[in-house]
């Protein structure tokens, strides 16, 4: 038995005919790019999360990139942010010439709030929150600290659709959410997407100006935009999705319980869940000293794994000019180190999890 780590296949067998159904009716349509889908998608997705407005993009990285510019965040600016997360969430920040200022991880993998306060300097302009594997960041904390030192508070959000902080769903708690629709997200589309979500009426319509060329009647341009949107085709199918989310969040978690529950191997560390962060699982991430022959092991017995990140972003060659070595954060590293992302998708089937479950729990460290 073959066990992929994702298998995307396996949610589109869920709900084939409503995604068919859907897709050729929007090829039918004539209308491929700002529509109806985009229109209702926004309005379905921002009643979701409760917030006043979703403004739909073309990829997570491009909402990043947007909502710093939305917060005139830029040149001699500096941005405070966990470094251990997917390198999209840096380039966010540091395409908009601010530069980001890395905080090691608490035992959750997000950001340690007990060692933000000591980065901030007179250049701080902004905490990004990753609220990583789909587990919220302690929002409470970071928001008091945020107002304190009259900070904004970005959330990346593209792994956490529908976690929910202390009552509230992430990406409504900061100034700016920022959601990516990339195909292995929780709510993932056919293809590139991404959202902004906020409850400010001037940021929201800013940012529907500034994804379509910067303007809002077509050939009166406001400002240098971009071209980032979401098409018909993906915020149709998004649709579909969205009103599954409840439920496909739901499968993530039964099968990170049995995870949680079942797999019993002193050399695996578990991942470790808060109360009030409604955790939607994106991922599911333990911890191995010899990660490389724990899964060869598991490559050996036909059990695909992954590594959510081998590299932190302070020594990604591209952040080489920010001048960090080996040794300036050692948690990330030593995470980055023992990180291994187990099979994790909806539509798994029971044995196949039955399977993952026997071989680590049968995986005996070399000595
Ligand atoms: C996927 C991801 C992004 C980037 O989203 P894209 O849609 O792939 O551009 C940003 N941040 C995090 C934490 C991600 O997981």
Redesign the pocket.
């Known amino acids: 038995m073959e066990i992929l780590c994702n298998r995307l296949d396996r949610c589109f067998e869920l709900y084939k005919e409503e995604f068919e159904n859907k897709a050729l009716s929007i090829l039918e349509s004539g209308c491929y790019v700002l529509g109806k889908e985009l229109e209702n998608f926004e309005k379905e997705f921002s009643k979701y999360l409760k917030v006043n407005y979703c403004v739909g993009v073309a990829?997570?990285?491009?909402?990043?990139i947007m909502a710093f510019r939305l917060l005139g965040i830029g040149k001699g600016d500096e941005v405070i942010v966990q470094d251990n997360?997917?390198i999209?969430?840096i380039m966010?920040i540091s395409i908009n010439g601010a530069t980001p200022v890395f905080v090691e991880p608490d035992v959750y993998y997000n950001i340690d709030i007990e060692k933000i306060e000591e980065k901030i300097t007179k250049r701080t302009k902004a905490i990004l929150v990753?609220h990583?594997y789909g587990q919220a960041s302690d929002m409470g904390v970071i928001k008091e600290i945020a107002s304190h030192y009259n900070l904004k508070i970005i959330e990346?959000c593209?792994?956490s659709h529908g976690a929910i902080w202390n009552g509230k769903m992430t990406g409504t708690i900061g100034d700016i959410g920022?959601f990516?629709?990339?195909p292995?997200?929780n709510l993932g589309a056919f293809g590139?997407?991404?959202a902004i979500v906020t409850n400010n009426k001037e940021i929201a319509e800013k940012a529907s100006i500034l994804r379509n060329y910067g303007s809002e009647i077509k050939y009166h341009n406001k400002v240098v935009g971009m071209n980032s949107r979401l098409d018909e085709l993906q915020a149709g199918l998004l649709r579909i999705k969205l009103k599954h989310l409840d439920e496909l969040n739901e499968e993530r978690k039964r099968i990170c319980n049995r995870y949680l529950k079942e797999i019993v191997n002193p050399e695996v560390i578990l991942p470790m869940t808060k109360e009030r962060a409604g955790h939607v699982w994106?991922q599911f991430v333990i911890r191995v000293k010899k990660r490389n022959e724990f899964m060869e092991y598991l490559q050996k017995l036909d059990i695909m794994t992954m590594i959510?990140y081998p590299i932190p972003p302070h020594l990604s060659e591209a952040y080489k000019y920010l001048g960090y070595k080996i040794g300036d954060f050692p948690i990330t590293e030593l995470y980055s180190n023992m990180l291994v992302s187990l099979p994790l998708y909806n539509g798994i089937k029971t044995k196949e999890q039955d399977y993952v479950i026997d071989v680590i729990n049968n995986y005996k460290m070399k000595i």
């Not at 990829?59 to 990043?64: M, T, V």
């Open positions: 990829s997570g990285l491009d909402a990043l997360t997917y999209a969430s966010g990753v990583l990346d593209a792994q920022c990516s629709f990339y292995t997200k590139d997407g991404g994106h959510h």
